[in-house]
């Protein structure tokens, strides 16, 4: 995977504070993602939106996207076979399944 270097002119933080509230190609980014690997961009985001502000559950996903459970087990699972969540067993095997964000980068920029 290319690396690209970025020349950064101002201290950091104030960049990167800048960087994330302004419409810009970091912020951009999360998107590129998005439609580089999926068709129907808005559902996805909606759902990474959904799991980056702490609903983790498949109903709270569902209710929040609102979906029928059915429908958002396919989106589920492509967010998860790319990598951008990850769905966690509880520590004591009992209970429902969880889901956060893999990309930690997508969670700050949704």
Do not use: C
Not at 23 to 30: A, P, R, V
Not at 31 to 52: C, G, H, N, P, Q
Not at 75 to 96: F, H, M, S, T
């Amino acid at each position: 995977m290319p690396h690209y270097m970025l020349k950064i002119r101002e201290p950091f933080w104030q960049f990167l504070d800048r960087e994330l509230r302004e419409k810009t190609f970091i912020l951009d980014e999360g998107d590129f993602l998005l439609r580089y690997e999926f068709e129907d961009v808005s559902t996805y985001k909606l759902i990474l939106e959904a799991i980056a502000t702490g609903h983790n559950t498949l109903g709270e996903i569902k209710d929040y996207a609102r979906l029928r459970a059915t429908d958002i087990t396919p989106y589920l699972r492509n967010l998860a076979q790319a990598d951008l969540i990850e769905k966690v067993k509880p520590v004591l095997g009992k209970g429902r399944y969880r889901y956060r964000m893999a990309d930690h980068f997508l969670s700050s920029a949704s």
